[in-house]
């Protein structure tokens, strides 16, 4: 037998069809997507301003065309003895990240005797802290002119003198990194100032390739904060660095490896697109 359909009837249905994929394709559930057809982002940063940064990742990641983020604590020694390699790592479009001016975590957390009494966030108010993360700003611009860029907060404590002193900085920020996990759940509901991040230590390259997998069968992001790489604290191998960032080159088709603050300005503008067409 054969199902006869009217010409009139099956472009009604088309039509309808059309107008649910419409409707449906602005929900929140919608496939977020990356440039270029990228299957995921990935964040490649670096806290601290160490020397091992200078020496051992800049060089890899110019080798490889990919631009990272550098978290600078102003205090850092590098930024006197080296500011030229900071300024030159600007120009080659690496994102000079914001860290703060004294690198002031909370020592009545566990773990924190390292914390010198003079750098307690517990004995910081919220109006020092945020002042002194806008005059790291200031020294920012005077090092690459850029008057955009992103911040992780030390410790990714959120709290000076027991309040939280980061919701007020929004404004000056592209995003924030705030959270524990290096791979975003999901792209449309993701806060720019809540972002999760892993922070690698001791471990190999094919570890941190399975994180950037899990980021591309999600369609999501993966966000790396490293410390020491081949040398100083935190030390994550130059071998295992070296393999995941030759990964990533090797693969650019699926991972948009790039700047964190290049990533979230993208991020935000297809929120609110996305947002506008609901
Ligand atoms: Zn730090």
């Known amino acids: 037998m054969t199902i006869k359909i009217h010409p009139s009837h099956l472009i009604a249905s088309l039509l309808l069809g059309l107008l649910c994929t419409a409707s449906s394709s602005f929900a929140a559930d919608k496939p ?59 120009k080659q479009g690496h994102e000079l990240g914001n860290h703060s001016i004294f690198h002031q975590c909370a020592k009545s957390q566990p773990g924190r005797e390292w914390v010198a ?14 002042d002194q993360v806008k005059v790291a700003n200031s020294f920012l611009h005077a090092i690459d002119g850029k008057t955009e860029r992103t911040f992780t907060p030390p410790c990714i404590d959120l709290k000076a003198g027991g309040a939280n002193y980061v919701d007020g900085l929004k404004s000056e920020f592209v995003a924030f990194k705030t959270n524990f996990g290096g791979v975003t759940p999901d792209m449309n509901t993701l ?6 991040v892993d922070f690698p230590s001791g471990v190999t390259g094919a570890q941190l390739i399975a994180v950037v ?66």
Do not use: C
């Not at 270029?36 to 301003?49: C, E, S």
């Not at 051992?56 to 990272?68: A, E, M, S």
């Open 32 to 90: 977020f997507v990356w440039p270029k057809g990228a299957k995921a982002a990935v964040n490649l940063a670096y806290d601290d301003a160490l020397d091992s940064q200078l020496d051992n990742v800049i060089p890899t990641l110019n080798k490889y065309h990919l631009r990272g983020t550098f978290y600078l604590n102003v205090v850092s020694p590098t930024l006197v003895t080296r500011l030229e390699d900071w300024r030159a790592a600007a």
């Open 191 to 196: 806060d720019p100032y809540a972002v999760s």
């Open 213 to 278: 997998k899990e980021a591309a069968a999600k369609g999501t992001m993966a966000n790396f904060t490293f410390h020491g790489i081949g040398g100083d604290h935190l030390v994550t191998s130059k071998e295992a660095h070296d393999e995941l960032v030759k990964y990533l080159a090797d693969n650019k088709d699926i991972y948009w490896t790039d700047s964190f603050v290049n990533i979230m300005k993208y991020v935000k503008q297809q929120q609110a697109g996305s947002r506008i067409a609901k």
């Open 117 to 130: 009494e003079d750098r307690d966030l517990d004995k910081v108010s919220v109006i020092q802290m945020q």
